[in-house]
């Protein structure tokens, strides 16, 4: 086990260091691809010398058996909470590993999708779900893994990134065919085409929610999971978002008031603000154009982006903060068209306007059924995706999942998320290496 940094604050509040309690990695298995797999199907004494000498140390292996006897004690559907221990320095990105492939697969609709794989190949097979929906991917979210340990998959989600839909001529047909279950579906197509038998599902944001909506139809084949900045597509996490009377409205009126001020009166609820500027976005309201739309609603997102709720200071800076968000402008013949750089905009539009697709409860329901170690690293300052969030998620899954609340905001390269998040996907490489 090892044991978090500081600064933390845990589920008490308290901001002494944590630890991640033991999980049920072992009770399910290791993959054949796990890495050092030699080691794996050894002696047990073989596999704990090796562990003892060249990963954990004495000391980590005094706190692992305290955190089982944490987990023994540990009743149904309670999450565990974390205690007060020794603090270690803080985290960072591991180093860039190799890049084992890249490539494209077709997976209907036109669409193909592109994909690298880094880090080891023989090592524990881990995809990484990118935010948004359609911010696509980047390299450096392999380095949330260790190379030496993992087999990382990284890929761009259908309509963003570098998989467009083949031939398109306009940015606005990406959301056509374009829904969570397709992603899902195309997501459990790239597993079998690369073929993994089951895998670390990770992602942040956007990618919590496909991540879960993916476990819900292919439980049996998710190893783990390490998720960051949980949103569960629910009405009142969409309120909150960009809601006229929802909680981030609130936080920030004056920068709402510039982003929303061009919305008719009877168009309040998220989902409705939503419809609205995808309305405008694809050149089907009058009254704004395209490019105003977007240019709009991709300033609200980056300034709750860098908002942190819990900052004393909020109510004196927010006005020195607002974004300069462009003036509502009567659209010119003929209609700008959405580029490849508005692409995130409009598919986040799109999935905010269909609330995700999904039902309102239905993640937390399927949640319930999870049987696999689920890790949650949350910012407690996040203006986009509240810390309730995970909370509600923990308590859904129970005695599997284990939840930390950081001092960050939202995004993923917050040092103390980066801390979190590598420290979890270390802990479900080593449970698999010494529990196989």
């Known amino acids: 086990m090892f044991v978090a940094p500081a600064p933390w604050v845990n589920l008490a509040g308290s901001t002494s260091a944590p630890t991640w309690g033991r999980s049920e990695l072992g009770q399910r298995g290791c993959s054949s691809h796990c890495d050092l797999g030699r080691h794996c199907f050894g002696s ?3 596999t704990f010398s090796l562990w003892r000498s060249c990963v954990l140390g004495a000391t980590a292996l005094a706190v692992r058996e305290r955190s089982r006897a944490r987990q023994r004690s540990t009743k149904p559907k309670s999450y565990r909470k974390f205690q007060a221990s020794v603090k270690v320095e803080k985290r960072s990105l591991h ?11 077709p997976v209907g609709d036109g669409f193909e999708l592109y994909y690298e794989e880094h880090g080891h190949a023989d090592g524990i097979p881990a995809v990484f779900l990118h935010g948004g929906p359609g911010a696509g991917c980047s390299r450096r979210m392999a380095q949330l893994f260790d190379p030496a340990k993992y087999r990382i998959i990284l890929f761009d989600q259908r309509g963003c990134g570098k998989s467009t839909r083949k031939d398109s001529s306009s940015a606005e047909e990406q959301i ?7 992603l899902v579906s195309d997501l459990e197509a790239l597993r079998e085409h690369l073929k993994i038998d089951r895998w670390v599902v990770a992602g942040g944001s956007w990618g919590t929610c496909l991540a879960l909506a993916y476990a819900s139809k292919f439980r049996e084949r998710v190893l783990a ?5 949980v949103f569960l597509f629910r009405s009142q996490e969409l309120e909150f978002f960009c809601g006229r009377s929802g909680g981030a409205s609130q936080l920030a009126p004056s920068a709402w008031q510039s982003f929303g001020s061009w919305l008719p009166p009877e168009i309040s609820s998220a989902r409705a603000v939503a419809a609205a500027f995808r309305r405008a976005a694809l050149g089907q309201d009058a009254s704004m154009s395209p490019s105003d739309a977007l240019g709009k609603w991709r300033a609200w997102e980056n300034f709750l982006f860098s908002l942190r709720e819990r900052n004393p200071q909020l109510a004196e800076c927010e006005a020195a903060s607002v974004p300069a968000l462009p003036e509502v402008s009567t659209p010119k013949s003929p209609w700008p068209k959405a580029t490849k750089f508005n692409i995130q905009a409009l598919l986040t539009l799109h999935y905010v306007a269909e609330r995700g697709f ?14 696999f170690p689920l890790k949650l690293i949350h910012g407690q300052c996040d203006c986009i995706c509240p810390a309730e969030n995970a909370r509600d998620l923990a308590s859904a899954v129970g005695q599997h999942a284990e939840l930390l609340l950081t001092n960050a905001g939202h995004s993923q390269w917050d040092t103390d998320n980066i801390d979190a998040f590598v420290r979890a996907t270390d802990e479900i490489a080593s449970e698999c290496l010494v529990t196989c």
């Open 44 to 46: 047990r004494e073989t």
């Open 225 to 229: 999971m390490a998720l960051r900045a």
């Open 95 to 105: 180093k860039s590993g190799d890049v084992l492939s890249t490539g494209t697969l």
């Open 176 to 182: 056509d065919d374009n829904t969570t279950w397709h």
């Open 358 to 371: 999904l039902n309102d409860a239905e993640l937390l329901d399927c949640a319930k059924h999870f049987d």
